[in-house]
């Protein structure tokens, strides 16, 4: 089942349980264009994710970096990391979602040395799974049967999907990956976490460049270097983008009509909102 639309709290961390009945892991197949945003919008989650593309080509934003994932490629997306997703050129691109808690891809014991250190690694925020790298190709194929197990359900197979996850966490770790920890880096991330969790919780009222940059600790002029590094927009031009996608959701599940929800996203024009609307959704509001 894939995932149309999903919660995020005031931080931007995705609200969606990551599970199966028993076992702290989702697997489902994903088309980014049926996304209610027509894109996978910018979040993040405590799971780790891991993406085998079986269609089209995907281009994801991880923190600040953009990278393509090309049909038959996958991608390893580290816990924490902002993240979003969108088609690229209208390729119609589908790919296998699996989403597991950090807590069970090895047992307690190994987690301190053999997990932690990778998620607080600031030089891994994601890894690019290539086929024609062995390690790579063994944790596409194990995506694949993981995603195979849960839709059978077959007697016992969650012990067959923790075995086939302890194999991808072996894979990750004998990539030999060098990990290294910057203090600035995390402060980056924290920062830029704090700006969005800001105007998430204020976007319905009026907002300025030096309120966006109070709540990052940081000047105008550097907030605005932030915003173009992690989303190439400037701050206030992402507060009307995350307006906009606020009120797709009360536009299909309300009976406001164009102007309440206009006002009860923080736009103080209708007109305004049309427009822009307009120019983000390739559609009016009306529609």
């Not at 932690?116 to 030089?123: E, G, K």
């Amino acid at each position: 089942m894939q995932i149309k639309d999903f919660s995020v709290d005031q931080n931007l961390k995705e609200m969606t349980e990551h599970r199966t009945t028993v076992l702290p892991v989702a697997c489902y197949v994903t088309t980014i264009s049926e996304n209610i945003n027509g894109h996978i919008p910018l979040h993040w989650h405590e799971e780790f994710q891991f993406i085998h593309v079986i269609k089209g080509i995907a281009h994801f934003q991880i923190n600040e970096e953009l990278i393509f994932i090309q049909e038959g490629e996958g991608l390893f997306i580290n816990s924490g990391r902002l993240h979003l997703a969108k088609d690229h050129k209208n390729s119609g691109c589908v790919y296998i979602c699996l989403n597991v808690s950090p807590n069970f891809v090895v047992s307690h014991e190994l987690y301190t040395t053999f997990v932690s250190p990778y998620i607080q690694a600031t030089n891994l925020p994601y890894l690019h799974l290539l086929p024609r790298e062995s390690w790579a190709d063994s944790i596409l194929t194990s995506i694949g049967k993981i995603k195979q197990l849960i839709s059978q359900s077959q007697p016992f197979y969650e012990i067959e999907v923790s075995m086939e996850l302890t194999s991808i966490w072996k894979n990750i770790v004998k990539n030999g990956i060098k990990l290294n920890f910057k203090e600035g880096e995390a402060l980056k991330d924290q920062r830029m976490k704090k700006m969005l969790n800001w105007i998430h919780q204020h976007y319905t009222e009026k907002i300025l460049l030096e309120d966006i940059a109070q709540a990052g600790h940081l000047s105008r002029s550097e907030c605005c270097r932030y915003f173009k590094r992690f989303l190439n927009k400037s701050p206030l031009n992402y507060v009307t983008d995350y307006r906009i996608q606020k009120s797709l959701l009360l536009l299909q599940h309300s009976d406001l009509n164009v102007t309440d929800v206009a006002y009860q996203v923080g736009f103080n024009s209708t007109s305004y909102f049309i427009d822009k609307f307009r120019k983000s959704m390739n559609m009016t509001p009306f529609a």
